[in-house]
C-alpha cells in the first residue's frame, strides 16, 4: 500500500512537472559568477530545485551521521549491560544466617 501511495504521489508530481514545462516553456537570460547564458524557464527552474535538494540533503547529513553513531554506541552499551543482566541472574543466591 505504502508503494503504490509512493508511485501514485511520484507520478502527480511528475505530470504536475510536465505540465509546469510545457507552460514555461520561453527562454530566459540567466547571469552567475563565471558568465550567462540563455536557457528556458522550465529548465531552470528544475535545475534550482535539484540544487536546493542537494544543499538540504548534505545540510542534514552531519545530523544524520551523528545519529547513527549514537544510536551504535547505546545498541553496544545495552548489549553489554544485557549480558551483565544475564551474568548476575546466573549466579546463585547466598544465605546469611
Same mark, same amino acid.
Given at each position: 500500500?505504502?508503494? =503504490? #501511495?509512493?508511485? /501514485?504521489?511520484?507520478l502527480i508530481v511528475t !505530470?504536475? *512537472?510536465? @505540465?509546469?514545462?510545457?507552460?514555461?516553456?520561453?527562454?530566459?537570460?540567466?547571469?552567475?559568477?563565471?558568465?550567462s547564458l540563455d536557457i528556458?524557464?522550465? =529548465? #531552470?527552474?528544475? /535545475?534550482?530545485?535539484?540544487?536546493?535538494? !542537494?544543499? *538540504?540533503? @548534505?545540510?542534514?547529513?552531519?545530523?544524520?551521521?551523528?545519529?547513527?553513531?549514537?544510536?551504535?554506541?547505546?545498541?553496544?552499551?545495552?548489549a553489554v549491560t544485557e549480558?551483565?543482566?544475564?551474568?548476575?541472574?546466573?549466579?546463585? !543466591?547466598?544465605?546469611?544466617?
Amino acid at each position: 500500500m505504502k508503494r =503504490l #501511495l509512493s508511485l /501514485l504521489f511520484f507520478l502527480i508530481v511528475t !505530470l504536475f *512537472g510536465v @505540465a509546469l514545462a510545457m507552460r514555461n516553456s520561453e527562454r530566459v537570460h540567466f547571469d552567475y559568477y563565471h558568465g550567462s547564458l540563455d536557457i528556458s524557464l522550465s =529548465l #531552470l527552474l528544475a /535545475l534550482t530545485l535539484l540544487v536546493g535538494a !542537494l544543499l *538540504g540533503i @548534505a545540510a542534514s547529513l552531519s545530523v544524520v551521521i551523528q545519529s547513527r553513531i549514537e544510536l551504535a554506541r547505546v545498541r553496544r552499551k545495552a548489549a553489554v549491560t544485557e549480558k551483565e543482566v544475564m551474568n548476575l541472574r546466573a549466579l546463585p !543466591l547466598r544465605d546469611h544466617d
